[in-house]
């Protein structure tokens, strides 16, 4: 069992910058990781997703080159740097984990959830 729990959200400006943080506790497995992100009304969709050993990350078209997907392993948390905040950002946004190294964008595939974080971008 993995417990991710997510944190850094709040309320930012259009065109403004913030980092998402996911504690994971330990657990002696290397995962792959991901964020998420669910607007109101809409399906949790895919944002970004990252390797154990960080080799390979992944992003969504709509915010790559404006986001960042990292992890520290040794501090066992992944993050997320969102800039250029557009209000087609605002979500809850979920941290996930899985056993499996290879990075898929289908939600019901990974096997551990944070509670998840709400990023609002005003316009």
């Known amino acids: 069992q993995v417990q991710l729990v997510e944190s850094g959200g709040g309320l930012v400006q259009a065109g403004g910058s913030r980092r998402l943080s996911c504690a994971a506790s330990?657990?002696?497995?290397?995962?792959?990781m991901a964020w998420f992100r669910q607007a109101p009304g809409k399906e949790r969709e895919f944002v970004a997703g990252?390797?154990?050993?960080?080799?390979?990350?992944y992003y969504a078209d709509s915010v790559k080159g404006r986001f960042t997907i990292s992890r520290d392993n040794a501090k066992n948390t992944l993050y997320l740097q969102m800039n250029s905040l557009k209000p087609e950002d605002t979500a809850v946004y979920y941290c996930a984990a899985r056993r499996e190294q290879s990075i898929v964008v289908v939600a019901n595939a990974w096997e551990y959830w944070g509670q998840g974080t709400q990023v609002t971008v005003s316009s």
């Open positions: 330990a657990s002696g497995r290397t995962y792959a």
């Open positions: 990252i390797t154990w050993f960080g080799t390979r990350t």
